[in-house]
């Protein structure tokens, strides 16, 4: 069985950092392109930054030079490191693993910037 758990969320004032996880089980997770999407309050959910099973990264313009995606296939971990936080960052930020013809998502965390 496949689970995808994130953490890491929280409240953080603007211009602060937050780093998010996501921990992978029951999967070959090297072969997994993996992203984070985020989903705010009356919005679509978007594709916030992906990182392909060779570590080519891709990021949605509003966070360029901000966020920073990884992955660590020893431990079946993916990151999202994000810095200089803006309030326009606020969402449930999902993590997403997609092999072939298989997706699964994570339950979501909550990120919320303000002062």
């Known amino acids: 069985q496949v689970q995808l758990v994130e953490f890491g969320g929280g409240l953080v004032q603007p211009g602060g950092s937050l780093r998010l996880s996501c921990a992978a089980s029951?999967?070959?997770?090297?072969?997994?392109?993996m992203g984070w999407y985020r989903q705010a309050p009356g919005k679509q959910r978007e594709l916030v930054a992906s990182?392909?099973?060779?570590?080519?990264?891709n990021y949605i313009d509003s966070v360029k030079g901000r966020f920073t995606i990884s992955r660590d296939n020893a431990n079946n971990m993916v990151y999202l490191q994000m810095n200089s936080l803006k309030p326009e960052d606020t969402a449930d930020y999902y993590c997403?693993?997609?092999?072939?013809?298989?997706?699964?998502w994570g339950q979501g965390t909550q990120v919320t910037v303000s002062s």
């Open positions: 997403k693993a997609v092999w072939q013809y298989a997706a699964y």
């Open positions: 029951g999967l070959i997770f090297s072969r997994y392109n």
């Open positions: 990182i392909t099973f060779d570590n080519n990264t």
